[in-house]
């Protein structure tokens, strides 16, 4: 593991550490802007409207997120947003579950396939009417 600067708590850095490694996998590591033009925002120099609606990876069981996502852009929306709920990842202190219900790298990538962003909220408090969910 590398390194991490004294002033970042061991959990947000594996957090970090995990998001940059999520990034890499679904290649958001090239170069992207994002302005905001005279009448409308800019994505990469060009018009774009951002309509977003939510869902949470860890309430939807994973054989229909592709589903999902497809009707997601069929209604016109052009992004996802969803919490990384850490205490669902993180259940004991060391021991981490990124499998199935859990994998957001999948679900990123299968975002991105369908042409979604993600809005990325990462916790550790969320306001998803979740009270120490386990």
């Given amino acids: 593991m590398p390194n991490r600067p004294c002033c970042i708590p061991d959990r947000v850095f594996?957090?970090?550490?995990?998001?940059?490694f999520a990034c890499v996998v679904i290649g958001l590591t090239e170069s992207r802007s994002f302005t905001i033009g005279k009448n409308c925002f800019l994505k990469d120099g060009q018009p774009f409207r951002y309509v977003?609606?939510?869902?949470?990876?860890?309430?939807?069981?994973?054989q229909?997120?592709?589903?999902?996502?497809?009707?997601?852009?069929?209604a016109g929306l052009t992004a996802v947003d969803t919490y990384?709920?850490?205490?669902l990842?993180?259940?004991?202190p060391g021991d981490f579950y990124?499998?199935?219900?859990?994998n957001f790298t999948?679900?990123?990538q299968l975002a991105?396939?369908?042409?979604?962003?993600?809005?990325?909220?990462?916790?550790?408090?969320?306001?998803?009417?979740?009270?120490l969910v386990r």
Avoid: C
Avoid at 14 to 20: A, E, G, K, M, S
Avoid at 52 to 62: A, F, L, N, Q
Avoid at 84 to 87: E, M, S
């Fill in 84 to 87: 990384l709920i850490w205490n």
């Fill in 106 to 108: 999948r679900y990123f």
């Fill in 112 to 131: 991105q396939k369908n042409g979604l962003l993600v809005v990325l909220r990462p916790g550790p408090f969320i306001a998803a009417e979740v009270d």
């Fill in 52 to 62: 977003s609606g939510t869902m949470h990876y860890w309430r939807v069981p994973e």
């Fill in 14 to 20: 594996v957090v970090l550490l995990v998001l940059q």
């Fill in 64 to 74: 229909y997120w592709e589903d999902s996502f497809v009707k997601m852009r069929a």
């Fill in 98 to 102: 990124f499998d199935g219900n859990l």
């Fill in 89 to 92: 990842h993180e259940q004991e």
